[in-house]
């Protein structure tokens, strides 16, 4: 089993404010299922104007190089003009990512999309979703959903697919099997994502201050009861991915704010096939694939070509380079020598992401993640996407202040 996760054993990201992978563009906050830790007000009459968008678009190149636009919400299929707001990511040469709980896509509306420029989907499905016609599936019962909206994908072709979850209290002894449904899977899924449900918790013995004065949490939308736990982290995470996959690696990170030696992105990249995973890129691999990308793009990559992903085995010529690489190829190549025939099978990679949102000091600081992707545009600034409710309802970011704080 792989040891524990350590900070000199990974690559850290070199994402910065204007210097990233990703965007995080809202062109509404309207949507149409409702999931538990969502961070934004459900809001009908959402739809920004194209040149509103636009707008923050040319406010994203002004101020911001990435690769990727992920366009968001709310749900974004929701938008009348959808397909006109991939087009424009796309002009502005950034490869346009839609996020989406899939439940407005239709092959049509797919098509649609992918001649407007759109090179990915995230699909958020898990159980916290009050989904029609799936109230209490657990979540190995949703990868049924889940292999539906990849096969999708897969039949128009050229598009990346991924998934994200939410992770709970309850659902994190279910990640092992999703990740062993993704690998069943690897040649048409691309990326999983675990994000450690996070909220905000109204603590006694705190007041919430905007400025010089003391505000009221209710019209945040993530603020919760502090009697809920929201404890995990993405170590949990890794711990329970090794109850199936003991040698699990991730190979790079991004840190905390507030707490350096928290891990709040862990990136993984594994390699393998729908029978076997033969090992874990390193750090090293990390470094080369985001240092070349930025040499000869001038962007931190955040989205690969499907094409690109299901190349893998070339990508053992690297193995000088990369101790995970180097492992696996050894383990590759140990298995070609008693069954010749998996030389003549596609070696696939496929990403697994952890995140950890902000997290609760106990001086009331929130530790945000560091160099992170998930920046929007507020008001011509740019602005943590999970807390703008806190300026849309105030005006300003909100600060806990213990109310027994000592003066110094």
Sequence with gaps: ????????????????????????LEPTSMCNLYCDGCYRKNDADSHKPLELIQRELDTFRRLRKTDGVSIAGGDP???????????????GGQKPIINTNGLLLTKEKLVALKNAGVQGFTFHIDSGQNRPHMKGK???????????????LAEVGGISCAFNATVYEHTLKDVPEIVAWAQA????????????????????????????????????????????????????????????????????YLNGTERPDHFKWLLTLRIGTKEKIYGYTGPKFMELSQTLHHLTKGTYLAYTHPDVLGSAKSMLALAPLDKGLSNTAKAYFRDALTSPNVLFKKLHMQ?????????????????????????????????????????INFGDWVRAVPVNAKKH
């Design 1 to 24: 089993m792989a040891g524990p996760v350590n900070h000199s054993d990974l690559y850290r990201l070199p994402w910065t404010l204007p210097d990233n992978a990703i965007n995080w």
């Design 351 to 391: 990403s697994v992401m952890i995140i950890q949102p902000a997290d609760f000091m106990p001086t009331g600081a929130l530790s945000m993640c560091d160099g992170c992707p998930d920046i929007t545009v507020y008001d011509d600034k740019l602005v943590w996407s999970c807390r703008m409710e806190e300026l």
């Design 185 to 252: 899977h690897i040649d048409i899924v691309h990326i999983l994502v675990f994000i450690a449900y996070r909220a905000a918790p109204i603590k006694k013995g705190y007041k919430y201050m905007v400025g010089a004065k003391e505000i009221d949490m209710d019209p945040i939308a993530y603020a919760i009861d502090e009697d809920r736990k929201i404890s995990i982290m993405s170590t949990d995470i890794v711990d329970s991915i090794r109850t199936k996959y003991p040698d699990f690696q991730p190979s790079a």
């Design 77 to 91: 299929l929701t938008h009348p003009q959808i397909e006109k707001i991939v087009e424009m990511v796309a002009a």
């Design 138 to 152: 657990t979540e190995l019962e949703l990868n049924e959903l889940r292999l539906k909206y990849a096969q999708l």
